[in-house]
């Protein structure tokens, strides 16, 4: 389909790696974004060593590990302090080849966009509907403005209203669990050194590195959905929930700035038949949105995004490359997605007695028997 003039609705991580991936076979390439200004993401995002493999075959590897932290070690800790296990994560880089790579979010966006040719992407466009025919999809946005192409792929995330218009009775299913997370800069050498998620009673809390100063945390916790705070009340709130936690959560939450605290209840799609319709797909959170369990759903977006831009470049019409881009990636991304929901039920467990029980089990079980799954998900190369 070479010299095919695509439109990605959605400049995350997936629409940005498509538009990158297709640019590179020669493809015509519009990226559409709803935001008037590309702001400061306020957190991290653990990059394992799948998505490297994408990020290399786009170029941008090498940046991405100098701009981020890689990670040496991992821990889960019972939220006393006391270490349940204890992983060398940069085992991954002498065994598969790249290293896993924690990274603050807008310095991962800045990359990616330098790494499109200019005029690529157009901000504050907010993709309203589609419509297609024999020939062309065009799409309308908010503004009255209108554009066609070959294809379209909506890459616009886990609320995405191009999936909602080709299926709308899909639908999110809610974790039961909230996540709050920020970024500080900081000199505690407790938090600049070590990768751990703690588990308590119905919540958890991580710690990760993302440059020489900064550490991106996350908190999560068993609560209905929906609930609206300000930065202060979520403040106070994360503060009363981790207070008798180990340290250096504490100092953590203490000096991070009330206002750059983000807080998004936790939802997934169940894995569902289709992604395309005619000449439009889905990708990313999109079509395969998961739990953040295994960290892996930025990690799927870039894999899908390199899958899709192969396979339209390499049939010779989009029904099968589209057919063969979903062939090549869901049963992966249902894997994760159904994975990753288990592990977080395990994590949130709330009742003592089974809580016990699964602290003790994950100290006696041996660590590839406890890794097996981040093996699976890390070990994989879709650029072979
Ligand atoms: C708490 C938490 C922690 C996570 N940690 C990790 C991690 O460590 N590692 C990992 O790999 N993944 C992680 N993830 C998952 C990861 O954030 C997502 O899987 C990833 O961002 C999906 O990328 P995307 O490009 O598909 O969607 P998004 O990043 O959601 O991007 C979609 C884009 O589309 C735009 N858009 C939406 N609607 C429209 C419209 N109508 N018109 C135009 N543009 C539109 C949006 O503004 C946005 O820029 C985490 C998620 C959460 C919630």
Redesign the pocket.
């Known amino acids: 389909m070479n010299k095919a003039k695509v439109i990605i ?7 940005l790696c498509t538009a990158i991936a297709l640019q590179q076979y020669g493809f015509e390439v519009k990226v ?4 008037k200004k590309l702001g400061e993401v306020g ?5 394992w060593s799948n ?1 490297l493999h994408v990020l290399r075959a786009l170029g941008v590897a090498d940046e991405v590990i100098a701009a981020g932290s890689k990670l040496q070690r991992s821990q889960i800790r019972a939220n006393n302090g006391e270490t349940l296990f204890d992983a060398r994560t940069d085992e991954m880089e002498t065994k598969y080849g790249e290293p896993v790579v924690a990274i603050h979010r807008a310095d991962l966006h800045q990359i990616l966009i330098n790494a499109l040719k200019p005029n690529t992407l157009k901000l504050d ?3 309203a509907k589609f419509e297609q025919d024999d020939n062309k999809v065009t799409v309308h946005f908010e503004n009255g403005e209108v554009d066609s192409a070959d294809v379209l792929i909506g ?7 191009v999936r909602k218009q080709m299926f709308p009775e899909v639908q999110l299913r809610y974790s039961g669990y909230t ?1 709050w ?1 920020g970024v500080v800069e900081t000199e505690n050498e407790a938090a600049l050194g070590l990768t751990s998620e703690s588990w308590g009673r119905g919540a958890r809390f991580g710690i990760v590195r993302v440059d020489k100063k900064r550490v991106y945390w ?1 908190a999560t916790r068993n609560q209905p959905i929906g609930e609206k705070a300000t930065g202060e009340q979520k403040k106070s709130k994360l503060l009363g929930i981790f207070s008798k936690w180990h340290k250096p959560i504490d100092h953590l939450l203490d000096s991070t700035p009330a206002e750059i605290i983000l807080q ?1 209840d ?1 939802c997934d799609i169940a894995p569902f038949a289709s992604w395309t319709k005619g000449r439009v797909t889905l ?4 079509a395969h ?2 739990t ?1 369990n295994m ?7 870039m894999e899908s995004a390199y899958v899709l831009a192969r396979a339209l470049n390499e049939e010779s019409d989009y029904r099968s490359a589209l057919k063969r881009y979903e062939r090549e990636r869901h049963e992966r991304t249902a894997w994760i997605t159904n994975t990753s929901w288990s592990i977080g039920k395990g994590g949130q467990v709330e009742n003592p007695l089974l809580i016990g029980l699964r602290n003790f089990i994950v100290k006696i079980t041996p660590a590839g028997a406890m890794q097996r799954n981040l093996h699976k998900a890390t070990g994989y190369d879709v650029t072979k």
């Open positions: 609705i959605g400049a995350g991580v997936g629409g559409y974004e709803k935001v957190a991290g995002l653990t990059l998505a466009m907010n993709c890459a616009d995330g886990i609320h995405s209203v996540a997370r996350f998004n936790i990708l990313g959170d999109a949105s998961t953040p960290g892996q759903g930025a990690c799927m977006a």
